[in-house]
């Protein structure tokens, strides 16, 4: 079934594009899905973002695979234009996070933002855990997005972008009829119940796979351990700038030199020499010790004088 040729070109800065569903055994009725395109503009541009186009209202199987044939073969945009696709919530580092997600996306972003602050718990002493050698196997075959997600799509130049714009703009003035995801029959994973089935089957990944994984873990894990103790022995082993040692868990191996605690406690003191009568509390105090040393001299000579007087009183001439 073509699409329509009453459908409005462009809605606001967005290039429609209607794309034909074909028909599915649970629903055998054909269906029209529109597809919105307009030029990615991020809040935080970025070196790709003038050869970057930005989509809306994706279908929910939509991947990298039905981006490129839809682009290529179907619109005619020469192949090996497209640089990179990232749909929405994708952990893909070749881009910066979108600039336009959906509320939940954003604040996903947001806590991780907040929990990159505060150290991370394999990250000890400066020595983080990677785990990347050591994922299990997927369970799912293939993603699915949720309705009306996004993704932007990198070109390799800004030539291309405005190509497939202008291809865009004349397959829907002429109605084209654009069938989603036809010339992919059989290159990716199938959906219904074959998806799950395969699921069923990914859950329970080859023993030797699994024994590799673990493995990989235990040898990072045991790196990590080592790195943490040799950072807690130099620890033990070297003063801080006020001469003082870190007191950490274990044995004392290898204590450090007293001569460098020494002059390490001498420099702090001529640092702060000069500053002893800056503060008003401090000149009290040393009122206070002044006129407590007194009282102990006289406290002292008093007990002399007692002792002479004792020892006189006790003598007696022949």
Known sequence: ?????SVPQQISDYHVLPIALPPLVAYPTPATHYLYLRTHEPKLPTPS???SLFLVNLPTDASEAHIKHLFSSQLG???GRIEIVQFEGSKSKALTPLGERAPVATEDANSAKKKGKKRKRGDEGGVALDLECARLPDTWDRGLHRSGSTAVVVFVDRASTD???KAVKRATKEGTNLVWGE???GRLP???SARYLNHQKLQYPDKTQLLNSVNAYMATFAAQ??????LLARQRQEPDEEGFITVTRGGRAGPARQEEAQEKAEKQREKQKG???FYRFQTREKRKEKAGELLRRFQDDRHKLQGMRERRGGFRPE
């Open 49 to 51: 973002t003038p050869r």
């Open 1 to 5: 079934m073509a699409p329509s040729n």
């Open 190 to 192: 199938p959906l219904g």
């Open 225 to 230: 351990e080592a790195a943490r103790a040799r």
């Open 77 to 79: 945009l020469p192949s």
């Open 275 to 277: 500053l002893e009568d």
């Open 163 to 165: 190509a497939l714009l």
């Open 183 to 185: 010339g992919l029959e």
